[in-house]
């Protein structure tokens, strides 16, 4: 293998994404053939230099890529989890015994646990929203699809109580303002007396809701359906599917 930079081995390696590993490097907490290195456009060969992260050894990971159609209240997280038994599609656990112990929090990565690596969600979705999610350990894969540049178009299917009218999708499609940044979704469709489809591209933290709710309208369902051009098709709620590099990628 050629040499490559030191945060792009990081990040490869599953350890966090891209821009996360240049802070761990930053701080000190790196060491390539023992001597803490803090550049993170170091250049080293993973098959003759020796990487250390908290002086532990770090060895370049076999790549995963899930489509995940999340379920209804499990929070997305990086926190990583120990190992059990898993299959190439699963649903998610259930565990009996959990029930009479102190109930916590269910993250997306549990359903993942299976695989024994460090797995993170690219991108978030509310613990009551359903629908797409990117699930895997590639962090530089990560970084380009969060990345503003991307520009990703993310489409909804929002259920509400009321009839929708036009007035409804009028006041959505001129948009309003979401962490104190205006913006406005990109197209709104209605597709029944109470659904609608709505396509984004800002990508900030609940402004579907915040469209919902300045609409005066009452939100029962919201789904996360497409991101760029990978589609969640008919995968059930609560699975997911491991797919390629190459399948994933469709997503650009």
């Known amino acids: 293998m050629d040499k490559i930079r030191l945060n792009k081995f990081l990040a490869h390696s599953g350890i966090a994404s891209r821009r996360k590993v240049e802070d761990i490097i930053l701080s000190k907490s790196v060491k390539v053939n023992g001597k803490i290195t803090i550049l993170p456009q170091t250049l080293i060969d993973p098959k003759v230099d020796t990487v250390k992260v ?15 159609n999340k379920p209804k209240g499990f929070i997305c997280s990086n926190q990583i989890n120990p190992n059990s038994s898993s299959k190439n599609t699963q649903k998610l656990h259930k565990n ?33 929203t359903t629908g797409l999610l990117v699930v895997t350990n590639d962090g530089d894969f990560a970084n380009k699809v969060i ?35 205006f913006v406005k979704p990109k197209k709104v ?10 396509m984004v591209t800002e990508g900030k933290k609940r402004e579907i809701k915040v469209f919902i709710q300045k609409a005066n309208l009452t939100l029962f369902e919201l789904q996360r359906v497409r991101i760029g051009n990978l589609k969640l098709e008919n995968i059930p709620f609560g699975y997911y599917k491991r797919v390629s590099l190459a399948e994933v990628s469709k997503i650009f």
């Open 54 to 68: 908290n002086d532990r050894v770090v060895k370049e990971e076999k790549k995963y890529y899930f489509i995940l």
């Open 189 to 198: 469709i209605k597709t029944t007396r109470k659904t609608m489809r709505i």
């Open 96 to 128: 009996k015994k959990s029930s009479t112990k102190k109930s916590k929090e269910h993250l997306v990565i549990d359903l993942f646990k299976d695989y024994g690596v460090r797995l993170f969600t690219v991108g978030r979705l509310d613990k009551d």
């Open 147 to 181: 990345h503003p540049s991307s520009n990703l178009e993310k489409e909804y299917f929002v259920k509400v109580k009321e009839n929708i009218l036009d007035i409804h999708l009028k006041k959505i499609s001129k948009g309003t303002f979401v962490e104190k940044k």
